[in-house]
């Protein structure tokens, strides 16, 4: 029957006619999975029409499939540790008696045998998804510091020379147009000096690796109210000691985020980066008192929105969630919690 459905919008009677079935006891199968969720039902002209959820069977996993046959069975399901890991907090109902008891009863099992096995293939399809996604993060980040430890140890340092030996023609040279093209010549070297600098920072900063996370922070806070007419203000509490170094370059670069976002978009005056812990929990919050945005209208499919969604990616990788707190001229506030786990724990570098 979901496979039919896959294939496009039916309704009863197409179905009962596919499955040689009875109408009556399609229809009533179908409103089973439409009270389950795996199914929507609408209203159409030439009667009642039923399509496939595509978003939630991709989304539900093969433990929770998995439960509910067990269920149809007679079995009394029994919780387990990885039950509470990966079942999703959905309102499923109970399989109706009907189902159990009628003719078609090991019919509705085959289904929600097969169904088991398509989610759980599609659950390790997505965990090779998660796995993908962690080493091209990972390879970005190398990219990014081999770059900027390239841009300050060689770039930056060559024009640093070009610099001193400006200053020295300049004040060699006797004539004043040359001393003129100098000044100038020296100026410009000065401004991309400037910009390599920059550049490096925001590739990776040197004083998230040595000193961490908050001391990276309060150093790109002062640095972006140089730069933004924008004054940003870093806060922390209970942070007493260095994070594990994945959990730092995550937080650091949602704040980083964050920050670009209300850069470009927020028309803010203000803004505060605020990191605290609360036992095994460090949380990060980035708020700002701009114009804010109706986050019901955001979505990565029409292109908008793909800072937050790499935000919540990033923070999904190490256990974290992500909340967008924003309305119309109330301001934005990006709330990220990472859970600090007794092993990642004891990776930290000063743990």
């Not at 009270?35 to 539900?60: E, I």
């Not at 090779?128 to 300050?152: D, K, P, T, Y």
């Not at 060699?172 to 991309?192: H, K």
């Not at 974290?320 to 919690?337: K, N, V």
């Amino acid at each position: 029957m979901l496979k039919l459905l896959a294939a496009g919008p039916l309704g009863a009677r197409d179905v009962a006619s596919a499955l040689r079935l009875q109408p009556a006891v399609a229809g009533r199968h179908l409103r089973a999975l439409a009270g389950a969720g795996l199914v929507r039902a609408y209203p159409a002209s030439d009667g009642q029409k039923f399509a496939l959820n595509d978003q939630l069977v991709a989304l539900l996993n093969g433990s929770l499939v998995h439960h509910l046959s067990r269920a149809a069975a007679g079995a009394a399901p029994r919780a387990t540790p990885a039950d509470a890991i990966n079942v999703l907090a959905l309102d499923v109902p109970t399989p109706p008696e009907t189902c159990l008891t009628c003719q078609n009863s090991n019919f509705v099992r085959a289904v929600l045998a097969d169904l088991d096995r398509v989610l759980a293939e599609a659950q390790r399809y997505h965990t090779r998804l998660q796995q993908m996604s962690s080493q091209v993060l990972s390879a970005h980040e190398g990219e990014r510091r081999r770059i900027a430890r390239e841009l300050h140890d060689d770039t930056a340092q060559s024009l640093t020379s070009i610099l001193v030996r400006l200053r020295l023609l300049e004040r060699s040279a006797d004539d004043p147009l040359i001393r003129q093209n100098v000044e100038e010549l020296r100026e410009l070297t000065a401004g991309a000096l400037d910009s390599v600098r920059r550049m490096a920072l925001d590739l990776r900063p040197s004083a998230l690796d040595d000193l961490g996370l908050l001391a990276a922070l309060n150093s790109y806070a002062e640095k972006y109210s140089q730069r933004w007419p924008i004054q940003v203000r870093f806060t922390t509490r209970g942070i007493r000691r260095r994070l594990p170094p994945e959990t730092e370059l995550v937080l650091y670069r949602v704040a980083q985020e964050a920050l670009s976002n209300v850069a470009k978009h927020s028309s803010a005056r203000s803004a505060e980066i605020s990191l605290s812990r609360k036992s095994s929990v460090v949380t990060l919050t980035v708020q700002d008192d701009g114009r804010g945005f109706d986050t019901s209208r955001v979505s990565p499919e029409d292109g908008s929105g793909l800072g937050l969604f790499g935000m919540k990616e990033r923070v999904a990788l190490v256990g974290g969630s992500l909340e967008i707190e924003s309305t119309p001229r109330t301001g934005t506030s990006i709330i990220a919690r990472v859970p600090i786990r007794a092993g990642n724990h004891n990776r930290s570098q000063h743990d």
